[in-house]
């Protein structure tokens, strides 16, 4: 991964220290090295990273969107960083701590819950005339312009609720695409495998194919009723696999339709009920 990918994800997965959020006693707070990479581990399901090569319109106003599932079982947690060309050196006349940014390219991320609407943007550090006070969040679009590194945390999603990551990029930003490295955590996938599958006559669920982790079988798309792998498959009936990864199962579900091959259903038996 790029260094800005194994920043970012260092970041994103640190446990948080002292005041809430990014502070100057902790920064982004404790390494964690197991929760980082248990991230790399689940990148395909509950967690994922991603490396983009292409870029918004410098216009602060376009939008590359990525659009995910919370899982519910901890916070969600998306983040972008990094890595900046030179900016302008500092000198002694730009006085002590200066608040200028020196950034070249400048990114930004906001989280939005697709339905209802809400809207989550990232921490805002307090500056070093003020490091005593809290971080706040940020009130608009590049708010903060100082840090090639921003990180959105919503503590309690909703479970099963879609959540759409957009990425801008500022007007001061050059044309030129930078590459920027995205983390998302507390988010969920369901196994894959393919919608539609043939089996043989007096087939079991055990005999479905579906690639995840722990997977269990429903007879519906939510809540429904656990299927034992010794269930026979019935022809045209369409079961749902979800898996579970760090003990948290994913609400969203893969939807097979089953094809009986290989001769027709023998009819009930009939006869008199008394």
């Known amino acids: 991964m790029k260094s800005s990918t194994l920043k970012a994800l260092l970041l994103t997965t640190t ?6 959020g990014p502070d100057t ?3 982004w707070g404790l390494l964690n090295a197991e929760k980082a990479a248990l991230t790399v581990k689940d990148k395909n399901s509950f967690a994922r990273i991603e490396e983009i090569a292409t870029n918004p319109t410098n216009n602060a106003t376009d939008e590359l969107v990525r659009t995910v599932t919370a899982s519910g079982c901890g916070p969600l947690v998306a983040s972008i960083g990094w890595t900046d060309d030179e900016g302008p050196e500092q000198t002694s006349a730009d006085g002590t701590d200066p608040t200028i940014s020196r ?13 209802p609407n809400s ?3 990232p921490w805002k550090p307090s500056l070093m005339a003020d490091r005593t006070n809290n971080a706040t969040t940020c009130s608009g679009w590049f708010d903060v312009s100082n840090d090639n590194y921003k990180q959105v945390l919503i503590l309690s999603p909703v479970v099963g609720a879609n959540y759409e990551i957009l990425i801008r990029k500022s007007a001061s930003s050059p044309a030129t695409a930078g590459l920027i490295s995205l983390i998302v955590t507390g988010i969920q996938a369901p196994p894959a495998g393919v919608a539609a599958q043939s089996l043989a006559l007096s087939s079991q ?3 479905l194919v579906a690639t995840g982790s722990a997977i269990k079988w429903y007879d519906a798309a939510v809540t429904g009723n656990l299927l034992a792998p010794t269930t026979v498959l019935t022809n045209g009936t369409i079961y749902y696999a979800s ?9 969203t579900r893969l939807a097979v339709t089953v094809t009986i091959t290989g001769g027709a259903v023998p009819p009930a038996p009939t006869g008199l009920a008394t």
């Open 15 to 20: 446990k948080d220290l002292g005041q809430s």
């Open 25 to 27: 006693k902790f920064g």
């Open 103 to 115: 950034l070249v390219y400048d990114f930004d991320i906001m989280v939005r819950q697709v339905s």
């Open 119 to 121: 809207e989550f943007r």
């Open 205 to 207: 669920v055990s005999n």
């Open 243 to 251: 898996q579970t990864v760090s003990g948290c199962e994913s609400t």
